[in-house]
């Protein structure tokens, strides 16, 4: 009775382009925010900081990624984990070697180089699409974390084969605390899902769901193929890149490129396949999901079974509730959490009446 | 009848034959349309007439013969050109955008006004937003003279079939096109809904002047509202003229009864 | 030695290699072809099918029991696959298949896991990895006894498969459901029995390409990572085509070793993780469709 749309008429195209129409809803994500900024970083364990909180929202960026080229633009992609990559050792390349350049610019650069990357391999997807496609993107992943590690430039010739990463200075502010960070990672992420959510119900958003949906028919209203997928491989790019920077800088502390394996780029293809392909809210649920789950199993079989259970037992056990949670969603939800919420709203919105 | 003004000739297809292979679609076909008129194809089944607009609007090359649209001669066109100069088209079997809403549908139609880029957009920054509520309300136009208004937030995918042609029609009007190729816009619908259909393109052509090309089987529609008609079987022409001299035609008569010639 | 003879020796190892490739993908274009579903856990089988017959024999069951039981399981494997994830699944995207398929890799991997535990073994065909000695007798080229036993096993599956497909009712069968099941259906073609059939039979190829493997380099987790070589052996020779998936092999593997051997040293080496991948890509460029492949033509 509180989630209400009667009685809220919108008397212009702008109030009902709005991304929070509902006036609760625009009071329930002012406060999140508030929380989120305000409260969290004062009141979360360093361990919830690092473990969960941090690493969430890198992964919920490179899903939003992976989301913008898969989920809108419907180009199946396996190499997300290589461009990540490439934003990590960009970032690192960056700090290093120009004196004085600020961390933020630095992250944006690393960005931008993804970004170019993500375009060069794109190209194929002029000309092969679908599951063709999905094969040349693993060409990417191979090639791109190959002479990462292959060509010595990268890692500054550095003997140990492990780079740490710069620590983080802003405007001479040193954010090296897991608050302080969490702080930043959030601030970026929160920037960049905005621009995310403002892309895609504009022209740009329509016009990779039209290539997405049936290209033929979206040249024929007018769209330009090529510019459509480039800049979707382009934008993707650069979110998983940034993505990756933050990754090295505010999570892991290193730089590596064996971090950014095969296995990454598939558990990011499976953050949005649960999350909700084709869905902002997706992305940031999936990627809770898949961080979350071998965390509860972890837990589950502990209290369950005290210390019997070995390690490679439960990674065992995690690989197979991770596959079935795949076919199982794919079967009963493909649209993911991101629906299964959708339709809660619905719900609210009656409730207390049944329909 | 309407007393528009039929114009001069805007689109002509000169000589155009093309085979799939060893398959001849089209053979040596050549006839114009003007402005502001409805033209009608016509033909029984498998004549070449789809092919026959897929290649005026570039989704097919045609492998002899030219088209000559608005006093440009060319071999063939790119369909994102043709897009641009001013053609829109539906398909015979609806090529919507299945994953989206009926007034995103409507909106992808506006995209060649659409003027800002990708980083306005993803700021949603002054002229970008202001660009995205001005195509909306023009958007909201076509869906108010199509009468779809309730269904605009539908997703495409769970209208009925009629509705989906429709909103098909309103997805190519945006565009505000000279040309409009419409490909079976009738099939699969009863009566009134053939009924409301004829209606809409009418109106299209009278109050819009848009020149109408289209591809139908209702013979009591194409002599209703078409002003000439092209006839076509096994891809050669055997028809041009007005709708009465086109009825009388023994030629065209003997290929829908299937006699052989 | 002659600079011709370590050419030679390079080439014939990668052809070698490159049979090996076909025959794993020779598991994903059966399956294409009959159901028009493209089974991304093809590698995890081949990797389950040899940890089972591994572990069957350590458990003290003598080797052609063993065997029997493995093709056994794989069958069964097979048609669980069909019944509980292709079913539900039937008339969706094919991305979704492909995206339900990699699902069931990382399930079936983590079974290999969960009940044969994570130990590398070894599979005793009887034939040793060592030089044919006439051969090296009178041309001084290496070749392996066992790489050569490999290349003509798989070439003999692989060209018996080839033929049962293009000659035989079942063979035909199998074309018809690939092409259209609806229309199989309507004249009469049993569709669930068919697609038991084929699953089980690409079960059948993964445990050889199992085997097979499993003798050259032991049957570890790494396995699965040969099976996404076989990804660009079906894209150049064509997802559908069972002579196009040998060509392709041998392609992929005689140029992934040449380039491996003249051009890694140069950089460092490490060029065979990602060549054939890069190749696929220029293959795809000039010919979408693989060698062998259907051309697509999309109507409007």
Redesign the interface.
């Known amino acids: 009775m509180f989630y209400r749309e009667a009685g809220k008429f919108r008397t212009?195209?702008?109030q009902?382009?709005q991304i929070f129409p509902l006036g609760l809803d625009k009071v329930m994500v002012g406060a999140l925010l508030v929380f989120a900024f305000l409260i969290v970083p004062n009141i979360a364990s360093q361990y919830w900081l690092i473990a969960l909180l941090i690493p969430w929202l890198i992964f919920s960026l490179v899903a939003l990624g992976q989301n913008i080229l898969t989920g809108y633009a419907g180009q199946l992609s396996l190499g997300s984990a290589g461009f990540m990559a490439v934003g990590a050792f960009a970032c690192y390349n960056f700090l290093l070697r120009v004196d004085g350049m600020p961390f933020l610019a630095a992250v944006a650069l690393s960005g931008v180089c993804a970004a170019a990357v993500g375009i060069v391999f794109g190209l194929p997807s002029l000309r092969i699409r679908g599951l063709y496609l999905a094969v040349a993107t693993l060409a990417s992943q191979f090639f791109i974390v190959w002479v990462l590690d292959k060509f010595g430039w990268f890692k500054n010739y550095d003997p140990s084969g492990v780079i740490t990463a710069q620590p983080i200075v802003i405007l001479g502010y040193l954010f090296d605390s897991a608050a302080e960070k969490y702080v930043l990672v959030a601030a970026i992420v929160g920037v960049l899902a905005l621009?995310?959510k403002?892309?895609v119900r504009?022209?740009?958003g329509?016009?990779w769901?039209?290539v997405?949906?049936?290209d033929?028919?979206?040249?024929?209203?007018?769209?330009?193929p090529m510019p459509v997928k480039l800049?979707a491989f382009a934008?993707s790019s650069f979110y998983c890149g940034v993505a990756g920077a933050l990754f090295a800088f505010a999570y892991l502390g290193t730089v590596e490129p064996s971090a950014f394996n095969i296995d990454m780029s598939f558990r990011i293809l499976f953050m949005i396949i649960i999350g909700g392909v084709?869905s902002i809210l997706g992305s940031f649920l999936g990627a809770a999901f898949i961080l979350l789950l071998p965390i509860f199993l972890s837990v589950l079989f502990h209290t369950v079974f005290g210390n019997a259970v070995d390690a490679s037992m439960l990674s065992a056990t995690e690989l197979i509730v991770f596959g079935a949670l795949i076919i199982f969603f794919l079967i009963v939800e493909p649209h993911g959490l991101a629906r299964l919420w959708q339709v809660t709203k619905e719900k609210l919105r009656l409730w207390p009446f049944p329909h | 009848m309407n007393e528009r003004k039929i114009g001069g000739v805007i689109l002509s297809v000169q000589n155009i034959s093309l085979a799939?292979g060893g398959v001849k679609a089209l053979t040596d076909i050549s006839f114009d349309v003007r402005e502001h008129e409805v033209r009608a194809i016509i033909g029984p089944n498998g004549a070449g007439k789809?092919s026959m607009l897929?290649v005026i609007?570039g989704?097919y090359r045609a492998q002899q013969g030219q088209i000559t649209y608005r006093g440009q001669v060319r071999k063939d066109m790119?369909?994102?050109q043709?897009?641009?100069q001013g053609i829109?088209?539906t398909?015979q079997n609806i090529?919507?955008?299945?994953?989206?809403t009926v007034l995103?549908n409507v909106?992808?139609?506006?995209?060649?006004k659409?003027k800002?880029n990708?980083l306005m957009?993803?700021?949603?920054w002054g002229p970008?937003?202001r660009e995205?509520?001005e195509?909306?309300?023009k958007a909201?136009e076509i869906i108010d003279f199509l009468e779809i208004q309730r269904i605009r937030k539908t997703p495409v995918s769970r209208l009925p079939y009629g509705l989906q042609k429709r909103v098909e029609l309103a997805?190519a009007l945006a565009?505000e096109p000279k040309v409009l190729l419409l490909d079976e816009p009738m099939a699969g619908m009863n009566v009134e809904e053939k009924q409301d259909m004829c209606r809409f393109i009418l109106s299209v052509n009278e109050q819009f002047g848009t020149t109408i090309v289209l591809i139908e089987h209702d013979m009591g529609v194409v002599m209703d509202i078409s002003d000439r008609v092209v006839v076509l079987d096994y891809g050669k022409k055997i028809g041009d003229g007005t709708p009465d001299e086109v009825r009388n035609n023994q030629e065209v008569i003997d290929a829908y009864l299937g006699i052989a010639h | 030695m002659s600079s011709l003879q370590v050419f030679a020796e390079v080439l014939i190892a990668g052809l070698l290699t490159g049979i090996m490739y076909s025959l794993v993908a020779l598991g994903f274009v059966l399956i294409y072809k009959a159901s028009s579903v493209f089974n991304f856990a093809q590698g995890a089988m081949v990797f389950f099918a040899a940890l089972t017959l591994v572990g069957i024999i350590e458990l003290g069951v003598p080797f052609w029991l063993a065997l029997l039981l493995t093709i056994g399981v794989m069958v069964l494997l097979g048609m669980g696959i069909e019944k509980f994830v292709l079913r539900p699944l039937v008339n969706q995207h094919e991305i979704t298949l492909l995206m339900a398929t990699i699902g069931l890799t990382f399930v079936i991997e983590g079974l290999a896991q969960l009940v044969w535990g994570t130990d590398v073994r070894r599979i005793d065909l009887g034939i040793k990895d060592i030089p044919i000695e006439f051969i090296a007798d009178n041309t001084g080229i290496l070749v392996s006894q066992l790489d050569l036993f490999a290349a003509v096993v798989a070439g003999a599956l692989v060209a018996t498969l080839a033929v049962l497909f293009s000659h035989t009712k079942v063979g035909r069968a199998l074309r018809a459901v690939a092409d259209d099941h609806a229309a199989a259906l309507s004249v009469g073609i049993p569709l669930q029995r068919i697609w038991g059939i084929v699953w089980g039979v690409a079960g059948l190829v993964a445990l050889v390409a199992g085997m097979l493997w499993g003798a050259r380099s032991g049957v570890q987790f790494a396995l699965v990572f040969v099976a996404l070589k076989a990804l660009p052996v079906l894209i150049i020779g064509g997802f559908t085509s069972v002579p196009g998936v040998i060509v392709a092999g041998l392609i992929v593997g005689a140029s992934e070793k040449i380039a491996e051997f003249y051009v890694g040293p140069m950089v460092g080496g490490g060029i065979e993780t990602w060549f054939p991948y890069v190749l696929a890509i220029l293959f795809l460029l000039v010919r979408p469709e693989g060698l062998y492949g259907e051309k697509i033509?999309r109507r409007?």
């Open positions: 212009s195209y702008a009902d382009a621009a995310a403002n892309m504009s022209n740009i329509r016009s769901m039209a997405r949906d049936m033929v028919a979206a040249e024929v209203i007018g769209f330009r800049l934008i084709a | 799939f789809s897929n609007n989704v790119d369909t994102h043709a897009a641009e829109a088209r398909f090529a919507l955008f299945k994953g989206m995103d909106m992808t139609g506006r995209n060649l659409m800002s990708f957009q993803a700021l949603w970008a937003q995205e509520m195509q909306r309300r909201e997805r565009a | 033509i409007v």
